[in-house]
């Protein structure tokens, strides 16, 4: 019995390592950032007139946290670390996909970033639509619906 009550404790200490919910902290952190940048970007799109002043930063501030993103999966920060998390186990079961989703997205948003540098409305709706749809991609397949 003591044997067993030791092993759960080591186990649980283990599940809460620092590590993990430092990760899940950091990447929650940083897709609710731009998250709010997105939603930014889409009123001003939608608005007709896009305020580039505001635009412009928010697409820069999506292209600097999309590639962060990165190193915020490190393994064991997923649902077995026992950590409010909706990420999925099969992000770390399917690597080579979840890292092409974060790669395709790192690219849309630097093309964003690019267009709303140079002021190019019709050039930022189409990047504005690919990086949508990456983000619809990797939540539909790896993020748990919430
Ligand atoms: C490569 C996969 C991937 C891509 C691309 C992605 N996300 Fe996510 N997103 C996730 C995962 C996984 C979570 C869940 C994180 C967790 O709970 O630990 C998440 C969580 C979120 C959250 C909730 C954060 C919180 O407060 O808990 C928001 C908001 C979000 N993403 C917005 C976006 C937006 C907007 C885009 C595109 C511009 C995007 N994401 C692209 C995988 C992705």
Redesign the pocket.
Known sequence: MTLFAGSYAAYSAYAASPEATNA?NA??AN??E??GA?KTINDELKSGAPDMNTVRPSAAV?ARRSAL?LKFFPRGSGPESGLK???KAE?WKDSAT?TK??ND?VSAANQLSAAAAKGDVAAMSAARNT??G??KS??DR??VPG
Request: positive net charge; hydrophobic residues 40%.
């Open positions: 899940v990447r929650k897709y609710k731009i998250g997105f999506i993103q998390t909706r990420a992000i979840f989703l974060q997205m990086l949508g990456t983000c990797c939540h790896f993020r």
